[in-house]
């Protein structure tokens, strides 16, 4: 178990909006990575818990927080429409992101984003207005589709994990990867329906998620020292 440096829960402000999330960062952190969950979830989301948690034993940090504000989510739950406003998913992340830099548990340290369904839509898109910024991108089971033409700008290398027996949504990962121009991988899970729930399933998720980032944000030194974590 890693040694925490930093441990807090905040309110970030997005345009008139506060939003709630969780900050852990590693004593030794190289990296730090925001979380965009999924449709009708929230950053208590088990299975992102579960990905951010195996990150940390990789040297990474993460900041998981609610796209949604809890009236909105309240709202959304009846009528399921903001969790499909990729537009305003996205402005959300961007915003968190801008604040997040301006703080020190971002400084000195890499960015990137792990999204999963709707909020990976959310997480290309604004990885594409942010090239400089966003360093690696990871979508699980994600719905890169919704991203549009954005898919076309994005630059930040891109791993898109899908299960393989998630079939419509593997169909729509292949479809977008022919369409992201940088560097790009796509990773499926032999088994996995789209809530990755089969034995062993969401760890290979972690893991994979895991090398990517250390691929993608580590300092080459930083690569070989957690290489061997």
Same mark, same amino acid.
């Given at each position: 178990? %890693?040694a =925490?440096?930093?441990?807090?829960?905040?309110?970030?402000p997005?345009?008139? #909006?506060?939003?709630?999330?969780? +900050?852990?960062?590693?004593a &030794?952190?190289?990296?730090?990575?925001?979380?965009?969950?999924?449709?009708?979830?929230?950053? #208590?989301?088990?299975?992102?818990?579960?990905?951010?948690?195996?990150?940390?034993?990789?040297?990474?940090?993460?900041?998981?927080?609610?796209?949604?504000?809890?009236?909105?989510?309240?709202?959304?739950?009846?009528?399921?429409?903001?969790? *499909?406003?990729?537009?305003? +998913?996205?402005?959300?992340?961007?915003?968190?992101?801008?604040?997040?830099?301006?703080?020190? !548990? @971002?400084?000195? %340290?890499?960015?990137?984003? *792990?999204? /999963?369904?709707?909020? @990976?839509?959310?997480? $290309? =898109? /604004?990885?594409?207005?942010?090239?400089r910024?966003?360093?690696?991108?990871?979508?699980?089971?994600?719905?890169?589709?919704? @991203?549009? &033409? !954005?898919?076309? %700008?994005?630059? !930040?290398?891109? $791993?898109?994990?899908?299960g393989?027996? &998630?079939?419509?949504?593997?169909?729509?990962?292949?479809?977008?990867? &022919?369409?992201?121009?940088?560097? #790009?991988?796509?990773?499926?899970?032999?088994? !996995?329906?789209?809530? *990755?729930?089969?034995?062993?399933? +969401?760890?290979?998720?972690?893991?994979?998620?895991?090398?990517?980032?250390?691929?993608h944000?580590?300092?080459?030194?930083?690569?070989?020292?957690?290489?061997?974590?």
């Open positions: 178990m %890693r =925490v440096d930093l441990e807090q829960t905040l309110l970030i997005a345009g008139r #909006k506060e939003l709630e999330g969780d +900050l852990v960062v590693p &030794d952190a190289f990296g730090l990575v925001l979380f965009a969950h999924g449709s009708g979830s929230s950053r #208590k989301s088990p299975r992102n818990v579960l990905v951010a948690e195996a990150l940390h034993e990789r040297g990474l940090g993460t900041l998981l927080f609610d796209l949604l504000t809890p009236d909105e989510e309240q709202r959304d739950a009846e009528t399921a429409h903001l969790r *499909f406003d990729v537009p305003l +998913l996205a402005g959300r992340l961007g915003a968190v992101t801008d604040w997040i830099q301006g703080r020190g !548990a @971002a400084r000195g %340290r890499m960015l990137g984003y *792990f999204g /999963a369904s709707t909020g @990976a839509a959310a997480a $290309l =898109v /604004a990885a594409a207005r942010r090239p910024t966003i360093r690696a991108v990871v979508s699980r089971g994600g719905r890169p589709d919704l @991203a549009r &033409d !954005a898919l076309e %700008r994005v630059q !930040a290398p891109t $791993l898109l994990i899908v393989g027996a &998630d079939h419509a949504v593997l169909e729509l990962n292949e479809d977008a990867l &022919d369409r992201i121009p940088g560097a #790009k991988q796509l990773a499926i899970i032999p088994g !996995a329906t789209h809530l *990755f729930e089969e034995p062993g399933a +969401l760890e290979e998720v972690a893991r994979l998620a895991g090398d990517w980032f250390l691929d944000l580590a300092a080459p030194a930083e690569t070989r020292q957690h290489a061997h974590v």
